[in-house]
């Protein structure tokens, strides 16, 4: 059975040029298509704080080349727009390497993330209590705000990504109001910036039950300015494209935006919702 996601645009995906995905780049544009969604775009991991940049950048330019060849060949009819992107993560922590890449491969669409702290593994690796949540949350919203800055990106991926394990899996709820300050920080970059906020949608389908963001940040993003949201399934498989769209989207119009963005050779898009 379809989802109802038909015109809505999926701006987070993964396929097997990203080190934890196996998903053919074909059976994801498929399922795209078959959701009449207006937009998709591809964004492989490239995680700038790898160790091993030259595989990391064949992979991104076999990823980009795949979407390409797919789109001008099998998808050459279809209605969906398909978007090369990436996601860089910790583009920071290697911030010459991370704009070379940004120059030498061309893509539709860049999501800002900060999957680990400068010296930490992977949120997802790390262990929690009431204390080490909180000393790691003031860390990565002031790393983030420094991401937020520089701007390297078109939209900022899960804003509040170390809460998928710290609440999800450990069930641990900070008091995010003590971080209130450095948050509306990192939204008024953005909004200066003119980049986008991400609702990411993975959240729907694990363990902490929700977007990332929630409603909250979408509020407060556009009382600070903020113009153009995105949405992403973050999906790893064909069957989770498009999963949560239609849910982001009514989110998205209760906080007041006139539609979602997608981005078409860096320039935002507006999808309009129906009057």
Known sequence: MLQSCKGLADCHTHTCYSFDSEADPAEMLARADELELFAYCVTDHCEMNSTDLASLERDMKASVRAVKQLR????????THFLTGLELGQGLQ?????????????VDFVIGSLHNLAGEEDFYYLSYTEETAAAYLERYFDELLEMAEWGGFDSLGHLTYPLRYITGIYR??????????????????????????????????????ETLPTMEYLVRFRELGGKHITIGSDAHEAQHV?????????????????GITCYIGHKPFLIPFDK
Do not use: W
Request: no cysteine; glycine share 8%.
């Open 72 to 79: 001008s060949s099998r998808f050459q009819d279809s209605a």
């Open 94 to 106: 290697n911030r010459t390497e991370a704009e070379r890449f940004l120059r030498e491969i061309p």
């Open 242 to 258: 498009g999963a949560g769209l239609e849910q982001a989207a009514k989110m998205i119009k209760k906080a007041g935006f006139p």
């Open 172 to 209: 641990i709820r900070p008091d995010m109001t003590r971080y209130r300050y450095k948050v509306d920080a990192v939204l008024s970059a953005l909004a200066k910036g003119d980049r986008a906020l991400e609702v990411n949608t993975s959240g729907l389908r694990n363990e902490i039950g």
